[in-house]
């Protein structure tokens, strides 16, 4: 493998810390998902940096980058594109909406309708759309970031189980530390970073590091880790959804992005243990008795690593 995987993975993660201050571990997240070819949502309060950590990614990398603002009233074609009537030729034409980037940002993902939501079904887990009988090939890479409020915020609706079983990560920014804020309002004296920054690689370099992780080495007693905590989810009594193969192969993917990053090429169970939490969390589903008891998905996931044996 190539050694410059790690200086390569730096710039980016440089270049995004120059905008998002004193949250490296959230930038690794993000990372780990994109390397893995997954999606991220990212969730938090409002004014925390999501949005712009997503606009930063997507220069960072030279890619085209498109944002959709979800509202009550957007609809599916609004997002997938649609296709109309050219009376000067007098045929119809596919207008590609949005969703037709490198990075898309589906901003506040939660205050449009499950309807809505929908329509990124498709194209997140297949990199297509399809309109009028006709498939149409995302460009590569493609990477979808949803930013979402909390649910107890005025004005939003609950993902369904399915658009949420296709984030491979969930990653929370939280507020700033007292130094970094302080360093927030002097660094937008003139202008937002942002402004200034630059791309550090393209798409193709991307690439080429997403390749890379697919040939990490993944060692069977290792995959069967993954798979038992998987399968203990779906026989815990106080969970109406345990986690599907999906969750299990993002898992399994997330790892083996994680070792590259560290330098490794092959997975280790620390590598699972690290990422259970951000990338199984979000797909579970409480019991109605659990969810009243204050119990989280978080928690369900903790308890569970406690329980499976750690392979040696």
């Known amino acids: 493998m190539t050694s410059d995987f790690a200086g390569t993975v730096k710039r980016i993660e440089d270049n995004l810390g120059r905008v998002i201050r004193g949250k490296t571990e959230s930038i690794r997240l993000l990372l780990v998902s994109m390397l893995a070819g997954g999606h991220t949502l990212l969730e938090d309060v409002p004014g925390t940096g999501k949005t712009t950590l997503a ?5 960072s990398i030279s890619g085209a980058f498109r944002r959709i603002q979800f509202t009550p009233d957007l609809l599916p074609g609004d997002i997938t594109g649609s296709t109309f009537y050219n009376p000067k030729e007098g045929t119809f034409e596919f207008r590609p909406g949005p969703v037709f980037a490198n990075v898309v940002l589906a901003d506040e993902i939660n205050r449009t309708s499950p309807r809505t939501q929908s329509a990124l079904l498709e194209v997140m887990s297949e990199r297509q759309v ?6 149409r090939e995302m460009q590569r890479p493609f990477f979808v970031i949803a930013t979402q409020n909390p649910s107890e915020y005025h004005g939003t609706y609950p993902l369904p189980e399915a658009q949420l079983d296709r984030f491979t990560a969930c990653v929370g920014l939280g507020y700033p530390d007292f130094a970094n804020e302080v360093e927030i ?14 791309p550090v690689v393209t798409c193709d370099e991307v690439l080429a590091l997403m390749d890379q992780v697919k040939r990490v080495r993944f060692d069977r007693a290792v995959a069967e880790y993954v798979v038992k905590i998987v399968e203990t989810t779906r026989q815990d009594p106080r969970l109406r959804l345990g986690l599907s193969p999906r969750g299990s192969l993002a898992l399994y993917r997330t790892a083996q992005a994680r070792a590259r990053m560290e330098g490794r090429d092959f997975a280790l169970p620390e590598d699972v243990r690290a990422l259970a939490v951000p990338v199984l969390a979000h797909r579970l589903m409480l019991e109605t008795k659990a969810r009243y008891t204050g119990l989280s998905p978080r928690r369900i996931v903790e308890e569970t690593l406690e329980k499976v044996p750690v392979p040696r």
């Open 130 to 135: 399809t309109t009028d009988g006709q498939k």
């Open 55 to 59: 606009k930063s990614l997507a220069c």
């Open 185 to 198: 309002l002097y660094s937008q004296n003139d202008a937002h970073p942002f402004e200034s920054l630059k």
